[in-house]
Every structure is written in C-alpha cells, then in structure tokens.
C-alpha cells in the first residue's frame, strides 16, 4: 500500500469543515456551537504503519491550516506524548479520556 501525504487544499478544508459540523453533538434543547468554537482534530493511523512519522506528518500538514485545536485521548494512548511535543495541553482528565488543546499561539 502506499501512503501519500499532501498539503491541504481549500476543497479538503471546506469537506472537513462541513463534516465537523455534522458530526457535532448537540443536546435537544441546547443551542447550537458558534463558528467560534475551537476546531476538534480527529486522526488515526494504522497500528501497522505506527511509529514511522506518519502521524506527526499529518499533525503538522493539520495544525499549518488550523492551529488552534482540541482533541480528545484515551489516556492510555502512547499518542498523548506526539500530541504534548506539538504543543497539546491537557486541559480535562475524565474516566479514561483526557482533552487536549494546543492554543496555537
């Protein structure tokens, strides 16, 4: 298989945007986000093709366009320490999921 990262273009921006906002949930009753609310990074990569860089390429070609994010981590996921060198702050421990923010200043 082979693996091809390319910078984003606006047409992927505008497909992720669109699916970020579909994919947001909110309760019956509770006004919606406003555009203004910090953009949710979700990414995975192949447990086969872990540990060759993939992931950080991905996070920087990401964080270029938008550096300014949250994520959310099971806190056993090695992945916690990628996101602490790019700049994720844990921000909120629950049961096992820990929320992360990079300012992006």
Do not use: C, K, W
Not at 41 to 61: H, K, N, Q, W
Not at 97 to 103: G, H, Q
């Amino acid at each position: 298989m082979t693996v091809t990262i390319r910078p984003m273009t606006v047409d992927d921006h505008l497909f992720l945007r669109v699916m970020q906002h579909s994919a947001l949930f909110v309760s019956e009753g509770q006004p919606p986000l406003p555009e203004s609310t910090v953009d949710e990074l979700g990414i995975a990569v192949l447990e086969e093709r872990r540990g060759r860089g993939i992931g950080t390429r991905l996070l920087d070609e990401l964080l270029a366009i938008s550096p300014r994010v949250s994520l959310s981590v099971d806190d056993r996921n090695p992945a916690i320490g990628l996101y602490e060198r790019v700049g994720f702050e844990v921000v909120r421990r629950d049961a096992h999921s820990v929320t992360m923010l990079r300012s992006g200043d």
